[in-house]
């Protein structure tokens, strides 16, 4: 039998018991303050139709959708016959072509010659790529929700408040804090124009956390003043060039972020423009300051300002400062008005969280006309933050709460009894599952991480008492059965 090497697919992890119960803390931490502001759980499928995410996501995006192999016969009729004519004007002498349709070992063959045939693959690369990948594995949280509310929009209840947890996947270049598979945790608000929503999401996310340790900035920016910046350089159809470009100032600097932008098509005036745009800085009310200067002409840009003022004031009532980030683009098509971005601070690492209006994203389903606004949690790497901090409370570590150990057939019988008394009062609990030396239950209890062990020998079965020893201080202490149960195992 040949040998099989294990491994996991690149940018993919598995999780063990320790790692998946600090995640759930901070699922559960996050779902949590969801309920608190009236949202509703809800999944969608792994997989969508491929023209359901094409061209919602930009460029960029486009090209990290994991696409799928359909199964099964992954070529229609019509293209069969089509590749088939094709295939016999580049291959005349392979006549057994003719029989595709009948013969499966052909079928084989042909598929084979299809994929392989590199003339072919370059005529008609794009036809034959989405011939046989007409699903993909969902990029985000966000598309698949919008296609759920122009499906279902008959039956639900505006405003509709959905929080959902799942995985995603992109095929982006695995590196610290990014993975090919990882989850996203998001809160949508559809049907609703009002900025309520967007205060309200500005403070889960100051809720959230806050919860969780984690000191971070909350920055905000404005597609409306994007859009202002994209008319006084241009026109509304350089946005997409200008977004796009702008939202690898990080990663690339200025002077690459020009290079680009003069690579895209705009003059050096409109480059001198954004880059004057680009390095507005200051108190909050200095940046506003500047860019209303800038795009005093544009309502659009009008608009934009007055929303961030709007949201910069009610959450302050509440005790909460924004930053305000105009370099912040988010290079998703979809966005309309106000947009978010959260880092963490006092770590190296990329965006934890982020969101932001989006107001016809149905449209791109058929229904037009319902509003929406939305944010997202990067749950791995919040959990990467967290574990660099040392966040993570102790009890978060504690599955199994007690041990009884196992000292024989009658006493084993004896413990198995008050467990269950103890289980049906929620604490979680175990019996040591054969008669062993007490080094090496102890052992057990502590690799773990039990913090109490119940020891219940023949004497203590005789004198109707336990003994339970507390693993991390050593302390040990005799009670009655009839106390067990009231005992506190934290």
């Known amino acids: 039998m040949a040998k099989v090497t294990v491994g996991l697919p690149q940018g993919t992890r598995d999780f063990g018991p320790d790692v998946v119960r600090k995640r759930n803390y901070i699922l559960s931490t996050i779902r949590n303050v969801f309920e608190l502001y009236g949202f509703q759980p809800l999944e969608t499928p792994a997989m969508e139709n491929l023209d359901t995410l094409m061209g919602k996501y930009g460029e960029e995006g486009d090209k990290l959708i994991f696409r799928i192999l359909d199964s099964g016969n992954p070529f229609s009729v019509k293209f069969i016959s089509k590749f088939r004519e094709l295939l016999l004007e580049l291959q005349p002498d392979e006549k057994q072509w003719v029989n595709v349709d009948s013969n499966p070992e052909v079928f084989e063959a042909f598929a084979n010659a299809v994929l392989q045939n590199e003339d072919l693959q370059k005529r008609y690369q794009s036809k034959l790529k989405n011939e046989i990948t007409g699903k993909a594995l969902k990029y985000d949280l966000t598309i698949p929700f919008a296609r759920y509310v122009a499906m279902n929009h008959n039956k639900l209840t505006f405003p509709f408040k959905r929080y959902q947890v799942q995985p995603v996947w992109r095929a982006d270049r695995p590196q610290k804090g990014r993975y090919r598979e990882f989850y996203q945790c998001d809160a949508d608000v559809v049907g609703s124009h009002s900025l309520l929503n967007e205060v ?13 340790g984690i000191a971070v900035e909350i920055k905000i920016n404005s597609r409306k003043i994007l859009t202002a910046l994209a008319e006084i350089c241009g026109g509304a159809d350089k946005m997409t060039d200008i977004t796009v470009a702008i939202d690898k100032l990080d990663k690339i600097g200025l002077e690459k972020v020009k290079e680009e932008l003069a690579q895209r098509g705009l003059t050096a005036e409109q480059v001198t423009i954004i880059e004057k745009y680009l390095s507005i800085a200051g108190t909050n009310e200095d940046k506003l300051t500047q860019v209303k200067q800038l795009l005093e002409k544009k309502e659009t840009g009008k608009k934009g300002i007055e929303e961030i003022e709007y949201l910069c004031s009610q959450v302050k009532t509440q005790g909460l400062q924004l930053s305000i980030d105009f370099t912040l683009a988010r290079g998703l098509n979809y966005y309309t008005g106000i947009i978010f971005e959260v880092k963490a601070n006092n770590v190296q ?53 007690v041990l009884f150990f196992n000292l024989g057939e009658s006493e084993s019988k004896a413990a198995f009894g008050l467990l269950q008394q103890l289980r049906e009062k929620g604490i979680r609990g175990e019996l040591y599952h054969e ?56």
Do not use: C, W
């Open 200 to 212: 309200e999401l500005a403070i889960i996310y100051a809720t959230v956390f806050s919860k969780l």
């Open 435 to 490: 008669n062993s030396k007490f080094d090496k239950q102890f052992k057990y209890a502590e690799k773990k991480n039990i913090p109490y062990v119940v020891i219940l020998g023949e004497e203590e079965v005789k004198a109707n008492t336990v003994k339970i020893k507390n693993i991390k201080s050593g302390e040990q202490q005799t009670l009655l059965k009839n106390q067990l149960t009231s005992f506190s195992f934290i």
């Open 349 to 401: 690492m990329g965006s934890i969280g982020g969101g932001g209006r989006y107001d016809d994203l149905t449209g791109l389903f058929g229904v037009p006309n319902i509003p929406g606004v939305g944010i997202s949690f990067g749950v791995d790497r919040i959990y990467d933050v967290m574990e660099e901090l040392q966040l993570f409370p102790e009890e978060v570590h504690i599955g199994t709460q």
